[in-house]
């Protein structure tokens, strides 16, 4: 094969990195484990998860970018059949018309939710999803800078800064807008910001804060300085009532639709949205995009109609070599979504709405609780605590079997007092008021 292709050696083949950055030896990696061992091990590793479960009487109001919601047992039920739960890459459309077409409705809801008008076949999760975003921004404007929220996940905005570090003369890859006492994005701070390097934008809404943006000015500012806007969104239910990114004026979207798939697990999977506007914007995307057509006796067909990857084109030409569709994740959340309709759906936000509203009234009442930031929410709250820390106020709850919520020290030192609490529609009113109780002193 070396032959063929005219190299002297396998190492040829990796001349293209500098001889620094090669491998030498072998990885260190722990030795092999036996399957004893390495299933008391795993045990190990998800007992110290603490999941939300009534029957182990521990309730967990913990979100953060990662918000679970009840799942209707007919999503594992259709995801489950052997047509999908076996089904591989649609290489051979002849062959894959079920995969295809549940991908092809994955990307119809993907643009209605987010109000755009292309959305690709999912990426690996939201992260990873807005660094490609950033990406693709440089790709269309010629611009390397992204200017980035610093309300913005601060895992998206790590995961984004890795992206960035391995390119070509980065200069300045990103910088930081901080949030006004509302929560909101500092729009002064945002025109400093921009200049004529700036090809992106990122602003997440509902923010890691739990605070809602308002982005149409945000487009407004970036658009004029020539550069494109990334929005961001970790709870896409929140979309039921607010207004769409794409509507706002938004270039790209980007969202982490799990939540709505699956309940939350080691580490994963995701399941990335992406969409975007214009159809300059198609052939810069990352991933792949199902299309519809017709076959020669002018029936209905699928097939993949773009696919940008390094296994379909030369490397240097693919828009990402690191994209794939999550299939099974992708296909429950359009199940999920199928099942609500439109009407459930939007009753589904109410609901969540409703309950983080009764909470906030609920926990406000408490001495020393009080709303970190005056914008508004959707079913997340950031709340000063008493005493000021965070952290303690979690460790005393826990020992009630509640975990009340993340504290925000460990990612913004100025908000150690600050405790981000979650809920949803899997929260009843008393575990609503067992929340409460866990805030007060433990005698």
Same mark, same amino acid.
């Given at each position: 094969?070396?032959?063929?292709?005219?190299?002297?050696?396998?190492?040829?083949?990796?001349?293209?990195?500098?001889?620094?950055?090669?491998?030498?030896?072998?990885?260190?990696?722990?030795?092999?484990?036996?399957?004893?061992?390495?299933?008391?091990?795993?045990?190990?590793?998800?007992?110290?998860?603490?999941?939300?479960?009534?029957?182990?009487?521990?309730?967990?109001?913990?979100?953060?970018?990662?918000?679970?919601?009840?799942?209707?047992?007919?999503?594992?039920?259709?995801?489950?059949?052997?047509?999908?739960?076996?089904?591989?890459?649609p290489y051979q459309p002849e062959l894959?018309?079920?995969?295809?077409?549940?991908?092809?409705?994955?990307?119809?809801?993907?643009?209605?939710?987010?109000?755009?008008?292309?959305a690709n076949a999912s990426m690996y999760?939201?992260?990873?999803?807005?660094?490609?975003?950033?990406?693709?921004?440089?790709?269309?404007?010629?611009?390397?800078?992204?200017?980035?929220?610093?309300?913005?996940?601060?895992?998206?905005?790590?995961?984004?800064?890795?992206?960035?570090?391995?390119?070509?003369?980065?200069?300045?890859?990103?910088?930081?807008?901080?949030?006004?006492?509302?929560?909101?994005?500092?729009?002064?701070?945002?025109?400093?910001?921009?200049?004529?390097?700036?090809?992106?934008?990122?602003?997440?809404?509902?923010?890691?804060?739990?605070?809602?943006?308002?982005?149409?000015?945000?487009?407004?500012?970036?658009?004029?300085?020539?550069?494109?806007?990334?929005?961001?969104?970790?709870?896409?239910?929140? &979309? *039921? $009532? #607010?207004?769409?990114? !794409?509507?706002?004026?938004?270039?790209? =979207?980007?969202?982490?639709?799990?939540?709505? @798939?699956?309940?939350?697990?080691?580490?994963?999977?995701?399941?990335?949205?992406?969409?975007?506007?214009?159809?300059?914007?198609?052939?810069?995307?990352?991933?792949?995009?199902?299309?519809?057509?017709?076959?020669?006796?002018?029936?209905?067909?699928?097939?993949?109609?773009?696919?940008t990857r390094e296994q379909h084109i030369?490397?240097?030409?693919?828009?990402?070599?690191?994209?794939?569709?999550?299939?099974?994740?992708?296909?429950?959340?359009?199940?999920? &979504? *199928? $099942? #609500?309709?439109?009407? !459930?759906?939007?009753?589904?936000?109410? =609901?969540?709405?409703?309950?983080?509203?009764? @909470?906030?009234?609920?926990?406000?009442?408490?001495?020393?609780?009080?709303?970190?930031?005056?914008?508004?929410?959707?079913?997340?709250?950031?709340?000063?605590?008493?005493?000021?820390?965070?952290?303690?106020?979690?460790?005393?709850?826990?020992?009630?079997?509640?975990?009340?919520?993340?504290?925000?020290?460990?990612?913004?030192?100025?908000?150690?007092?600050?405790?981000?609490?979650?809920?949803?529609?899997?929260?009843?009113?008393?575990?609503?008021?067992? &929340? *409460?109780?866990?805030?007060?002193?433990?005698?």
């Amino acid at each position: 094969m070396l032959r063929v292709i005219g190299a002297q050696s396998v190492d040829d083949l990796f001349a293209v990195i500098p001889k620094g950055q090669r491998l030498r030896g072998a990885l260190p990696l722990p030795g092999p484990l036996s399957e004893t061992e390495l299933m008391d091990h795993l045990r190990e590793l998800g007992a110290v998860n603490q999941p939300q479960s009534r029957d182990r009487d521990m309730l967990v109001f913990a979100g953060a970018g990662c918000h679970p919601h009840a799942i209707p047992a007919a999503v594992s039920t259709l995801a489950g059949r052997s047509e999908f739960y076996t089904a591989y890459t649609p290489y051979q459309p002849e062959l894959s018309q079920g995969t295809l077409l549940s991908i092809f409705e994955f990307q119809t809801m993907v643009c209605e939710l987010l109000g755009m008008e292309v959305a690709n076949a999912s990426m690996y999760d939201g992260a990873s999803g807005a660094a490609e975003a950033i990406l693709m921004a440089r790709r269309l404007t010629r611009r390397r800078k992204a200017v980035v929220a610093a309300s913005l996940h601060p895992a998206y905005r790590r995961t984004c800064a890795t992206y960035l570090a391995g390119m070509e003369d980065p200069g300045e890859a990103i910088v930081s807008v901080p949030w006004t006492s509302a929560g909101t994005l500092d729009l002064e701070a945002l025109q400093r910001a921009l200049d004529k390097d700036t090809a992106a934008v990122v602003v997440q809404s509902p923010s890691f804060l739990g605070v809602i943006e308002d982005l149409g000015p945000v487009c407004e500012a970036a658009h004029a300085a020539g550069a494109l806007v990334v929005a961001v969104c970790t709870e896409p239910l929140a &979309l *039921a $009532l #607010l207004k769409p990114p !794409g509507e706002s004026g938004a270039d790209i =979207a980007v969202a982490e639709g799990i939540g709505l @798939a699956g309940p939350p697990s080691m580490g994963g999977p995701g399941v990335g949205l992406f969409a975007v506007q214009g159809k300059k914007a198609v052939r810069a995307m990352p991933g792949r995009i199902v299309g519809q057509t017709t076959d020669s006796t002018g029936r209905p067909g699928f097939v993949l109609t773009l696919a940008t990857r390094e296994q379909h084109i030369r490397r240097e030409k693919a828009t990402s070599n690191i994209c794939t569709n999550h299939g099974l994740m992708a296909l429950r959340f359009t199940i999920h &979504l *199928a $099942l #609500l309709g439109r009407t !459930g759906f939007v009753e589904l936000a109410r =609901a969540n709405l409703a309950k983080a509203a009764f @909470a906030r009234q609920l926990l406000c009442g408490l001495d020393g609780v009080e709303p970190a930031f005056g914008g508004p929410f959707f079913n997340e709250l950031a709340l000063r605590v008493p005493g000021g820390d965070a952290d303690a106020l979690v460790a005393r709850a826990v020992t009630r079997n509640v975990v009340p919520g993340v504290a925000l020290g460990r990612f913004y030192p100025e908000l150690r007092d600050t405790l981000l609490v979650s809920v949803n529609e899997t929260h009843r009113e008393g575990d609503i008021r067992r &929340l *409460a109780k866990s805030f007060k002193t433990i005698g």
